[in-house]
Every structure is written in structure tokens, then in C-alpha cells.
Nanobody, 125 residues
Framework: QVQLVESGGGLVQPGGSLRLSCAAS????????MGWFRQAPGKEREFVAA????????YYADSVKGRFTISRDNAKNAVYLQMNSLKPEDTAVYYC??????????????????WGQGTQVTVSS
């Protein structure tokens, strides 16, 4: 089992920035690929970003490219999501996720095994 705990969410004005963190514990060999999904009220959970163990491969949803950056610190068993130029449509609960299996099929929530409890991000003036 892997336990994932997110932090860093909050209320921010449009154009502002937030940095989400996710700390992993337990069987951390099951964190070869880590990612972020989000779910807005009344909508399905959607892919945001993902990163492989070495950090050499990163993936982003078109809606966040150029604004969000995913990174990880394997010594701390952590993954981060730096979110800049935030928009009201970025408002959602953000979930950290991980899996052991490598591969580029990161866009579906069904391809991940472990999930955090989520952290709320609200972009509003």
C-alpha cells in the first residue's frame, strides 16, 4: 500500500499562484509514476499532469500547459505541482496519484493505483 497526502490548496485570486505538495509513504516503489488529477463540482475527474521516477518524462493536460509545472523529490518521496496564472476554471479538488507500472498511458484515472484524499483549490476574486 501507498499512502498519499496532499497539501497546499487554498483560495487564490485569478492570476495568482499556488504550489501543491504530495507526500508518499508506505511501499514507495509503487510511485514510479506520480500525477495529479482534479475534479470540479458536477464534473468528472480529469488528468492534470504526471511525471516519471527520474523526472525525465512529464505529461500535461492541454488546459494547463505553460502554466503548471510538475516536479518530484525522490529523496523526500514527494511530488509537487506549481500552478501559475491561475484561472477560475482551475477551481477543483486536486488529487495526487501514483502507480508502480511505467508507461505513457497517464491520462486516465483508471491507469493509477493509489490516490490521496484531495486538496481544494479555489480561484476567485
Amino acid at each position: 500500500q501507498v499512502q498519499l497526502v496532499e497539501s497546499g490548496g487554498g483560495l487564490v485570486q485569478p492570476g495568482g499562484s499556488l504550489r501543491l505538495s504530495c507526500a508518499a509513504s508506505g511501499r514507495t516503489f509503487s510511485t514510479n509514476v506520480m500525477g495529479w488529477f482534479r475534479q470540479a463540482p458536477g464534473k468528472e475527474r480529469e488528468f492534470v499532469a504526471a511525471i516519471t521516477w527520474s523526472g525525465s518524462n512529464t505529461y500535461y493536460a492541454d488546459s494547463v500547459k505553460g502554466r503548471f509545472t510538475i516536479s518530484r523529490d525522490n529523496a523526500k518521496n514527494a511530488v509537487y505541482l506549481q500552478m501559475n496564472s491561475l484561472k477560475p476554471e482551475d477551481t477543483a479538488v486536486y488529487y495526487c496519484t501514483s502507480r508502480r507500472r511505467y508507461g505513457s498511458d497517464v491520462y486516465s484515472q483508471g491507469s493509477f493505483d493509489y490516490w490521496g484524499q484531495g486538496t481544494q483549490v479555489t480561484v476567485s476574486s
